[in-house]
């Protein structure tokens, strides 16, 4: 077994010819080798204790259909305990296929046609998506910054939206792209005009264990831990422990009749049980992968101070918003006057491939870069030497 020490995530691992979007696809589509810092999964090897029980799985020869274990369950419940403090049942989560699926569920039970639904931008691509594709009304109410540049949540326009009649807040908790972990006042004063208003509050914490500040963290489940509370958290272990392409999430919730009414909605659509290396590889994870994580977060928190200081000696107009959590670092190049499509052109002519701002929004995210540092040291800084020949390129 392997000490999950700095060493074991500075390794590099060559990930082309996996069938990975993040590298095989972006060469395909580009029709040329790119260093791919965008999407948002890491370049490490997941835990030893987790291959090693797809394998103990994959040599037993019957893969049939599936059912959710109590083992597995209570291994993501005791992970929650122990992380957030929530005690939950197991009547109080259902498997999704991932927080995606989760969130356009929720877009369609707890909305009709044409209602309105919150998100803050800039935000998770997805989001929009949510919206838009399942035919209801998108509303926007974007983040705002305060005098030190800190993003924050603008709580006028959140009212004036919910007075307008919206019915279903969409968050991201903490916040993707920005880097946003909320404090326990902020998502009280969310909730509280949620309750005011009858609106459902759905939020994404995918990213939730990716937080640099002790107990900083809030879970939604702690705002208001009544039966009958309109509170829906969706999660995974994807992002946590680097499982994505296994496609398994969880959605978490005390409100019974909420989650009866997602539950349905997903066996409509055919969603009834998981992959069997997914429930496999999330159970070990969450039992079994503490060292594993505990040593990223190690490795993460150290490439985050890197990555600002390398920042501000070689691009020292660019403003690298505060990393609170995750590893997608929120990069505002606007001082160096090009446009997003002019920052594509150039890193990608220099070899590098960041998601553009605009794919979280198209107005606030001009000129803006998110770079994803879940990778290598050696990695990041290769990137950075790329972003800044991109930016001094005459």
């Not at 326009?157 to 946003?180: D, I, T, W, Y």
């Not at 918003?321 to 150039?346: C, H, I, N, P, V």
């Not at 002519?349 to 198209?362: E, H, I, L, S, Y």
Request: hydrophobic residues 40%; glycine residues 8%.
């Amino acid at each position: 077994m392997n000490k999950y020490d700095f060493s074991f995530f500075d390794c590099p691992i060559d990930r082309c010819g996996t069938a990975t979007y993040k590298w095989d696809m972006l060469h395909e589509r580009e029709k040329c080798d790119l260093l791919p810092m965008w999407v948002a999964d890491m370049d490490f090897r997941c835990a030893d204790e987790v291959s090693e029980a797809i394998i103990r799985r994959a040599q037993h020869p019957v893969f049939g259909y599936t059912t959710q274990t109590d083992s597995a369950v209570q291994a993501m419940l005791d992970f929650l305990l122990k992380h957030d403090g929530i005690a939950l049942t197991k009547g109080q989560q259902a498997i999704l296929p991932g927080v995606v699926p989760g969130l356009r569920t929720a877009v369609n039970v707890f909305t009709e046609p044409g209602e309105g639904v919150l998100i803050q931008p800039p935000v998770y691509g997805p989001f929009f998506a949510a919206v838009r594709q399942n035919g209801r009304k998108l509303v926007e109410n974007p983040l705002i910054t305060d005098a030190d540049g800190r993003y924050q949540m603008d709580f006028d326009g959140m009212e004036k939206a919910f007075q307008g009649g919206v019915r279903l807040a969409l968050l991201c908790s903490p916040h993707n792209p920005v880097a946003r972990v909320w404090s326990r006042q902020e998502l009280d004063k969310v909730y509280a005009l949620c309750k005011q208003y009858g609106v459902t509050l759905v939020v994404d914490e995918i990213h939730r264990d990716f937080v640099y500040e002790k107990d900083a963290f809030t879970t939604a489940l702690k705002l208001d831990e009544a039966e009958d509370a309109n509170i829906i958290v969706l999660t995974s272990a994807g992002k946590t422990f680097n499982l994505a392409g296994l496609q398994q999430g969880a959605l978490l919730t005390r409100n019974a009749a909420a989650k009866e009414r997602m539950v349905r909605h997903m066996h409509r659509m055919g969603v009834e049980a998981g992959n069997i290396f997914a429930m496999t590889a999330t159970e070990t994870a969450y039992r079994d992968g503490e060292a594993w994580f505990a040593g990223l977060m190690a490795y993460l928190d150290a490439a985050r101070k890197m990555l600002k200081d390398e920042l501000t000696k070689r691009l020292p107009k660019a403003i690298m918003a505060e990393q609170e959590a995750t590893y997608l670092a929120w990069l505002d190049l606007r001082a160096y006057g090009f446009s997003t499509a002019e920052l594509m052109r150039r890193t990608h002519q220099a070899g590098v491939a960041f998601n553009p701002g605009t794919d979280f929004d198209p107005r606030q995210g001009e000129g803006f870069l998110r770079f994803n540092f879940g990778c290598p040291h050696n990695q990041t800084l290769d990137a950075l030497n790329r972003l800044e020949k991109a930016i001094k390129q005459s």
